[in-house]
């Protein structure tokens, strides 16, 4: 199974591809997409949905994992991200990639094995797991690995498929 893994945002979207068999992860790509501050909102918008369209292109993925958005105190910048996540979920969606949402809390819990790890303890885990020299660059890039991991924990077993679907 190929996962693309999705760090939603507008300034850095965080994205990896891991390729999940028998159990183990490889990684194909990761990286970023990034917008320059300044730039005009919605031309923002169109480069996170180019750029993820062609990252779908080029890596075929069989399905996205991406986080479950959460905010609790700046309307703005939830608006903002929530439109930056709009583009990206039509990304996948035109090029017929099932999407699969997860909490922060799903992720440390698949990742690390606790719902309340600390962020560096979800990045070493991801670098462990996928065995990696370094911890991927910038955060949104490894936030987006250990999505991509979540999903192959949570999407490739039976029980995983069947929660998922309903």
Request: glycine share 8%.
């Amino acid at each position: 199974m190929r996962i693309l893994g999705i760090d939603p945002g507008y300034a850095i979207v965080g994205w990896g591809v891991l390729d999940y068999h028998n159990n183990k992860f490889s990684p194909v790509d990761f990286g970023a997409v990034t917008t320059e501050a300044g730039t005009p909102f919605e031309l923002r918008l169109e480069r996170i949905y180019d750029d993820v369209a062609a990252i779908i292109e080029r890596y075929r993925p069989e399905s996205m994992a991406i986080e479950k958005l959460f905010f609790n105190n700046n309307a703005k910048t939830a608006i903002d991200v929530s439109q930056a996540r709009g583009v990206t979920l039509l990304a996948a969606v035109k090029n017929g990639i099932e999407i699969f949402e997860y909490t922060p809390l799903q992720v440390k819990q698949s990742v690390v094995g606790y719902g309340r790890a600390e962020k560096k303890q979800v990045q070493e885990m991801t670098r462990i797991i996928l065995n990696l020299q370094q911890v991927p660059k910038p955060d949104d890039t490894a936030d987006s690995l250990a999505l991509a991991i979540c999903h192959g924990h949570s999407g490739s077993s039976a029980l995983g498929r069947i929660r998922m679907k309903q």
